[in-house]
């Protein structure tokens, strides 16, 4: 996926239904439009149905159905996980290692249940889905740690289910901005 604005933002989005699609709400940042891109090169029509900037978590609506889904689990037990990583054309898993899970506010903000992660997560990694030893989607990629090399940081699944619940105009309030039509 990229979104165009200011400059183009390129994360990862994945489907946790037949029709929506998850990714990190500061992939549009400033974006005035965006373009859903399958790994096969092919453009998908869809469109941006709930944003929450505060969580850093957005939802998309395909017009058409996906090919496959992604369940989404709480089950963060064991230490192993991975998460995708685009090379070019190529879709590579990325081996990583579950530190902790915890809740974290900003600023003083609503608390967000976070997976803290040792692994080597790059720019473009960004919304990638975080794996258990079941295939299943235990968190979402959205950042690194600024203090500590190679940590970064997921959203829990947790946060993922509150959101897919969510109507759009609660997306809007939390995100303390409109909902917008991209």
């Known amino acids: 996926m990229s979104c165009s604005g200011a400059e183009t933002q390129t994360a990862i989005a994945f489907a946790i ?8 709400a500061h992939s549009f940042n ?23 900037e505060v969580k850093d978590i957005a939802l998309i ?20 996980v991975s998460f995708v990583r685009f090379e070019g054309a190529s879709v ?3 081996q990583a290692s579950l530190l902790r899970q915890v809740t974290v506010s900003v600023d003083d903000g609503p608390g967000r249940l976070m997976l803290e992660l040792d692994a080597s997560v790059q720019q473009g990694d960004s919304g990638s889905p975080v794996l258990n030893a079941n295939g299943e989607a235990v968190g979402m ?14 959203l829990a699944s947790e946060e ?3 959101a897919a619940d969510a109507t759009p105009d609660e997306g809007a309030r939390l995100a303390c901005n409109d909902s917008r039509s991209l």
């Open 92 to 94: 590579n898993l990325q």
């Open 17 to 24: 239904d037949d029709t929506r699609l998850v990714t990190v």
């Open 141 to 154: 990629v959205f950042g690194i740690s600024k203090q500590e090399q190679g940590k970064s940081w997921a």
């Open 160 to 162: 993922i289910l509150a």
């Open 61 to 80: 609506e395909l017009q058409e159905r996906a090919k496959e889904s992604l369940r989404l689990s709480e089950d963060v037990s064991g230490d192993s």
């Open 30 to 52: 400033e974006a005035r439009s965006f373009q859903l891109v399958g790994p096969d090169g092919k453009v998908h029509q869809a469109s941006l149905t709930f944003l929450d």
